[in-house]
């Protein structure tokens, strides 16, 4: 890539960072420059948040639904799964598979939620009551 | 308490803090020159280990072996410690900045707030330099930012013990240079980097990995695209091009920052193939972003037809023989 074809397109990197990038030189000599972004790689970074978005909204339906547990919604919106999850709250993994049960999950008492409502940052009220805004979607 | 560290901005995290750590004990190397030594490049395609429900990519080596490789390749010894305890970890952090040390973190960047928010996943090989302190604040050479950076107490402790998969439990390192670095031990790197790298890339065993990967992921795109569907093999297609071209690879999938160590390796190593194969790096990148311009569309799903996968699937074939080429004949070069 010659350094004047270093695309300079828009992205959610500019306010925060001009990545560096390796391009040739008029002289052929390899050099770095600042980039703003690439649409190529925008459009990628795009499509992996949209599947994130498409999990949680999946995730906010089946516990609307009394399928799962509010855990399972709360775990997508912080981008984790099973196994991140139980690395940070300590539970074993298959703890956290009953937890996502909605009738196990209305048993647990408050220091079980309270270590779920601390690595999601949110109260056990919020973890409780579910109280997402309907509309959100 | 601060130390008087000159932050360079890089491509890739890890290369970044190798170069800067280095240069702060007296060396003067640059980014590519420590990507070769370390035998950065690679490719490897890993089935069974999903990254947001594709499975993962890498266009470099594993991460903390280009500071590893590096490091014992100059003959620089290098203190590594890993934690259980976060106040430890603290304490052993403050000691080293209080005898003028600066120290390189491994770190996840989900909590790292000075990060945009897009690109703030559950990844935890992240690397970045503490160089001081003030009353409650870390200071931060973070290699893929512009300029430095600051932390209070509790987000770089919260960063260093972030968990998951490469949970860096705290881990923090540096270089201890006895002796000063001759310029023989640099050219004696450079080779040997680019030996590994050489062997890493077309005689590593089984199909996943080196040139033979990247033909092996070739032919699975058309598996993909006839058990899987169009739209799974288009995001697993967005998941090639982002570990091809996020932020860190210095653009085609680390293969420019590989010419640029080859043209500046020619300083040390006299001999005028190496120009010409450093040039076969850069078509080899250049090949690997027009790929990424296919995948776009196959993923913005406006390429659809089974020729089109095809399509995707020859270029990656022709990129695997210019890289095996390209490594053919930098092996027959006598180091």
Redesign the interface.
């Given at each position: 890539?010659n350094k004047k074809d270093?695309p300079q397109d828009h992205s959610?990197?500019v306010?925060?960072?001009?990545?560096?990038?390796?391009?040739?030189g008029e002289d052929g000599?390899?050099t770095?420059a600042?980039s703003t972004g690439?649409?190529?790689?925008t459009?990628?970074?795009n499509?992996?948040?949209q599947?994130?978005e498409q999990r949680i909204i999946t995730a906010y339906r089946q516990v609307k639904n009394h399928e799962v547990s509010p855990i399972l919604y709360y775990m997508e919106l912080r981008?984790?799964d099973i196994?991140?999850l139980s690395?940070?709250t300590g539970f074993w993994k298959w703890t956290i598979k009953r937890h996502l049960k909605p009738a196990v999950f209305a048993r647990l008492d408050n220091k079980a939620l309270s270590k779920y409502a601390l690595v999601f940052e949110i109260t056990i009220e919020d973890l409780k009551t579910e109280k997402f805004n309907a509309d959100k979607f | 308490m601060q130390i008087n560290f000159s932050h360079q901005q890089s491509a890739h995290c890890e290369n970044g803090v190798t170069v800067n750590l280095l240069n702060y004990s007296g060396l003067k190397l640059t980014e590519p020159l420590v990507f070769g030594m370390g035998s950065g490049l690679f490719f490897i395609y890993i089935p069974f280990l999903k990254v947001n429900n594709a499975p993962a990519f890498s266009y470099r080596t594993m991460p903390g072996l280009i500071f590893k490789r590096t490091c014992s390749r100059l003959g620089i010894k290098v203190i590594r410690k890993k934690f259980r305890s976060e106040s430890e970890a603290q304490r052993i952090l403050d000691d080293c900045l209080k005898n003028n040390q600066p120290v390189g973190c491994q770190v996840g960047v989900y909590y790292l707030t000075y990060f945009p928010k897009e690109y703030r996943f559950h990844f935890n090989a992240h690397n970045l330099v503490v160089y001081g302190k003030t009353d409650d604040r870390y200071l931060i050479s973070d290699p893929v930012m512009e300029d430095t950076t600051s932390l209070t107490e509790f987000e770089l402790n919260r960063v260093r013990f972030a968990k998951g998969p490469l949970a860096p439990k705290g881990q923090l390192y540096y270089p201890q240079i006895d002796a000063i670095v001759s310029d023989e031990k640099i050219v004696d790197a450079i080779k040997r980097g680019i030996k590994q790298n050489i062997r890493d890339m077309l005689y590593i065993p089984g199909p996943i990995a080196g040139v033979s990967g990247i033909k092996y992921v070739a032919k699975k795109i058309l598996k993909w695209h006839d058990s899987l569907g169009v739209k799974t093999t288009g995001l697993y297609l967005a998941q090639l091009v982002r570990m091809q071209e996020e932020i860190g690879t210095g653009g085609g999938g680390f293969r420019y920052i590989y010419a640029a160590f080859l043209q500046q390796a020619h300083a040390y190593i006299k001999n005028d193939s190496i120009i010409k194969i450093s040039e076969q790096f850069t078509k080899a990148g250049d090949m690997w972003r027009d790929s990424a311009i296919q995948s776009a569309g196959i993923f913005k799903g406006r390429l659809t037809d089974r020729a089109d996968f095809v399509n995707m699937h020859d270029r990656l074939m022709q990129i695997a023989e210019v890289e095996k080429d390209a490594l053919t004949k930098l092996s027959k070069i006598k180091l």
């Open positions: 890539m270093i959610a990197l306010s925060y960072i001009k990545e560096l990038c390796y391009a040739v000599q390899y770095t600042n690439w649409d190529v790689k459009n990628a970074l499509l992996a948040w599947d994130i981008l984790m196994s991140i690395a940070y | -």
